[in-house]
């Protein structure tokens, strides 16, 4: 059944070590979207990509890259440039505008 | 600068009563508005939008009214019921791709 799938649930980040979380989609969906929940808060925009090969930052992008090489794949990078990386990862999907966002279960992300 | 807000960070009910959850913008060219459910450690769930053409949408216990002169937004949840505690988020577009969410209301709703 079609969804957004995120993976791994829990990820663990060494100083100054580079992670990848990945997300897949099987709705045929253009838009895809990365947020970062912190506590008490609400959702920050990090990257977001309308097509293939190409992609725009959000409000938060500093330390964290995309890449948008298939449809159905939007793999965010936390870099060691992200100096508070601790916090809940959400990857979205949306096939148009004024269309509703679908999101993935989420990645939570903690420091060693 | 906080385009969408929500300005209750919690709000408890008793079951089996009416639950209201609001939000504010500011931004006029928002043309389209979405209420998500959120339970800890999971992503959002959709519950209902509106289109800026229309005051008001329901689904079920979920009613949206939409009120553009004042610039506020509102889910009703009637009744109420234990499952319905999580954290709702308003977010709004204005016709691009790119979504600003609220801060989110913690719903408690008490058996």
């Known amino acids: 059944d079609g969804g957004i799938t995120q993976s791994p649930k829990y990820l663990f980040r060494k100083e100054g070590q580079n992670v990848t979380l990945s997300c897949e989609q099987n709705l045929n969906h253009d838009a895809m979207y990365w947020y970062r929940q912190d506590p008490g808060q609400g959702l920050r925009l990090i990257y977001y990509s309308q097509i293939v090969n190409d992609f725009q930052k959000g409000d938060i992008a500093e330390g964290y890259s995309v890449s948008r090489e298939k449809k159905e794949s939007f793999p965010l990078t936390v870099t060691s440039a992200q100096k508070n990386p601790t916090a809940f990862y959400l990857c979205?999907?949306?096939?148009?505008?004024?269309?509703?966002?679908?999101f993935g279960p989420g990645t939570r992300l903690l420091v060693l | 600068d906080q385009q969408v807000k929500q300005n209750s960070p919690s709000l408890s009910v008793q079951e089996g009563r009416i639950s209201i959850l609001n939000c504010d913008y500011t931004?006029?060219?928002?043309?389209?508005f979405l209420w998500y459910k959120k339970y800890p450690a999971e992503g959002p769930t959709f519950l209902i939008s509106?289109?800026?053409?229309?005051d008001k949408n329901e689904d079920g216990r979920f009613t949206v009214f939409l009120n553009k002169s004042a610039k506020h937004l509102s889910l009703h949840i009637v009744p109420s019921q234990p499952g319905d505690s999580a954290v709702y988020f308003c977010?709004?577009?204005?016709?691009?791709?790119?979504?600003?969410f609220g801060t989110g209301t913690r719903l408690k709703v008490l058996a």
């Open positions: 977010a709004a577009t204005a016709g691009t791709y790119k979504y600003i």
């Open positions: 979205a999907s949306r096939a148009r505008p004024q269309e509703t966002q679908y």
């Open positions: 931004n006029s060219m928002f043309d389209y």
């Open positions: 509106i289109s800026s053409i229309k």
